[in-house]
C-alpha cells in the first residue's frame, strides 16, 4: 500500500534535485515532486506541422478595440468593491537586449484573497467574491509598459502531497505577434514563506531564474490610501529571461 508523500518527502526530493541539476533553467518535464507532471507531460516527439499558417488561420485573434482600459482594474469589473488588499502591479515586456516589445497583449488571472479560483473546478472550501473575477488584460504601451489594479491572491491548498499549499501567485499571459508564440508564467510576491515547499517553483532549478519570478516590492508605486505597488518585468528570451513554463 503506497503512502502520501509528506512536506519532508518533498524537501528531500527538491533539495536532491536541485543538486543533481546544477544551473538548467529547465527540469525535466516529469519533475517528480511536482506529481501532475509526471502524469501529464509530453512522452511522444514533437509533431511537426505541414501547413504552419493553417495554424495560424484557426488560432484565437485580437484587436486594439477589443482591449479596453478597464481591463486592466480587475477591482472594477462588478458592481461592488472585491475584498483583500488591492496591489498596483507594473513592469515592462522586454526583448534579450532591454528594448520595449510594444502592443504586446498581457494577461492576467488568478484566485482572490481567500485562495480560491472562479471556476468550476475548484472545490477549495473558501469563500468565493461575488465582485471579483479574478482575470483582466491591457496592451504595453510604447515603453513595453503593462499596468493591472487587482487583489493580492492568497495561499491554497492543491492536494500534490499531505499539506500542500501554493505560495500566492499571479499567472501571466504573452500574447506575442501569433497565438502560436504565445508564452505563459507565474509571478510571485516577495518574502513568502511557502516558497521553499513549493514544487511547481522549485522545478526551475536555477536560484536565479527562481529570483526573476519575485516581484519587487516598490514604494514609489504605491498608492496613497489606495494600494500597495509591486514592481515585475518580463524578459522574453536571452540570459535574464522570464521562466516561462515550456511545453508543461
Not at 518527502?9 to 529547465?26: N, P, Q, V
Not at 479596453?68 to 458592481?79: E, I
Request: aromatic share 10%; proline share 8%; hydrophobic share 35%.
Amino acid at each position: 500500500m503506497s503512502h502520501p508523500l509528506t512536506q519532508a518527502d518533498i524537501d528531500r526530493e527538491i533539495a536532491e534535485l536541485h543538486r543533481l541539476a546544477g544551473e538548467s533553467d529547465h527540469p525535466a518535464r516529469d519533475f517528480l515532486p511536482y506529481r501532475s507532471s509526471v502524469l501529464r507531460h509530453p512522452k511522444q516527439p514533437l509533431v511537426a506541422l505541414k501547413d504552419p499558417d493553417a495554424a495560424e488561420l484557426s488560432g484565437p485573434v485580437f484587436g486594439v478595440t477589443d482591449v479596453s482600459p478597464f481591463d486592466a482594474d480587475l477591482t472594477r469589473q462588478r458592481l461592488g468593491e472585491p475584498l483583500g488588499e488591492r496591489i498596483t502591479v507594473q513592469g515592462r515586456v522586454l526583448d534579450r537586449a532591454g528594448r520595449p516589445v510594444r502592443g504586446q497583449l498581457v494577461e492576467v488571472w488568478q484566485a482572490n484573497a481567500s485562495g480560491r479560483y472562479l471556476h468550476q473546478r475548484d472545490d477549495h472550501p473558501a469563500p468565493l467574491d461575488p465582485n471579483f473575477a479574478g482575470v483582466g488584460r491591457c496592451l504595453t504601451d510604447d515603453d513595453g509598459r503593462y499596468t493591472f489594479t487587482t487583489i493580492k491572491p492568497g495561499a491554497y491548498p492543491w492536494r500534490n502531497h499531505v499539506n500542500a499549499w501554493r505560495p500566492a501567485h499571479i499567472h501571466f499571459s504573452v500574447f506575442g505577434t501569433a497565438f502560436t508564440q504565445r508564452l505563459v508564467t507565474q509571478m510571485y510576491f516577495p518574502g513568502d514563506p511557502l516558497f521553499r515547499h513549493d514544487p511547481v517553483l522549485n522545478s526551475v532549478t536555477d536560484e536565479r531564474a527562481r529570483q526573476r519570478l519575485v516581484a519587487a516590492y516598490d514604494h514609489d508605486l504605491s498608492v496613497p490610501e489606495w494600494s500597495l505597488g509591486y514592481r515585475w518585468d518580463i524578459v522574453l528570451d536571452g540570459p535574464a529571461a522570464t521562466w516561462t513554463e515550456d511545453g508543461r
